[in-house]
Nanobody, 124 residues
């Protein structure tokens, strides 16, 4: 079993930056794909970004490409999502997920382990 805990969310203004962290316990993350998803009120959970177990390959949703950067530190058993140039439409609860999946698999149902989520609110 893997337990994931997100942190780093908050209330920011449009154009600001935030860095989310996803800390794992119970088992090493080093062999898993790590992904970030988000869910806004009244909307379905959507894919944001994924990173391969080596960190060599990444995949981004078009809506965040060029603004968000996913990374990982396997020695710290932690994944990250650096979010720059935030927009009000980025407001959502952000979740990290881990699983033995391709970085191109964007379905939430594909992931085995989930964190509890961290709220990101961007004001205009």
């Amino acid at each position: 079993q893997v337990q994931l805990v997100e942190s780093g969310g908050g209330l920011v203004q449009a154009g600001d930056s935030l860095r989310l962290s996803c800390a794992a316990s119970g088992r090493t993350l080093s062999s898993f794909t790590i992904s970030w998803f988000r869910q806004a009120p009244g909307k379905e959970r959507e894919f944001v970004a994924a990173i391969s177990w080596t960190g060599a390959n990444t995949n981004y949703a078009d809506s965040v490409k060029g603004r968000f950067t996913i990374s990982r530190d396997n020695a710290k058993n932690t994944g990250y999502l650096q979010m720059n140039s935030l927009r009000p439409e980025d407001t959502a609860v952000y979740y990290c997920a881990a699983g033995y999946r391709s970085i191109w698999d964007r379905s939430p149902a594909a992931y085995d382990y989930w964190g509890q989520g961290t709220q990101v609110t961007v004001s205009s």
